[in-house]
């Protein structure tokens, strides 16, 4: 994978090293920048209404594709990455599932529930705190 640097904090290190010829300062000044774009970071919100639209800027697709719309890793219109949890402190799950896992949701009767995407593990608890600290633990024991 490529590696991008800042151009003006290598220019200022190399200076304050005092061991930077004119000519490395001048090569490292002149060379041509890559275009690229600092990388967001956010999830899919709203499993339970099946009309899921991304945290960062509320982007939701038609709802024939909500189900789908959850299982992309990139938001269709801003671009962000979802690889965020929707939850604070929520851990992924032991089976390795980075991008999609968990899916935080409350069921009929009120209760909420924690399912990883690609193993279908399930936790549930009676608050979203009951079921993060039971997830967390399982998560913690690698317990299936």
Partial sequence: MSEYIERSA???SLKSSGVASDFALYKSSNFPAADVAPVVHAHWKGYHTQ????SNCGFTYDYE???NAQTT????NCGAK????????LKHCSCGDRHYCPEVEKDENGK???RCHMCHKIVRGNTIEEAVNAWN??????DP
């Fill in 10 to 12: 290598l220019l200022q």
């Fill in 51 to 54: 009309e899921p639209y991304c």
């Fill in 65 to 67: 594709q909500g189900e």
């Fill in 73 to 76: 890793d990139y938001c269709g």
């Fill in 82 to 89: 979802m690889d965020e949890n929707e939850v604070e402190n």
């Fill in 112 to 114: 909420w529930f924690i």
């Fill in 137 to 142: 633990r399982r998560a913690d024991t690698n």
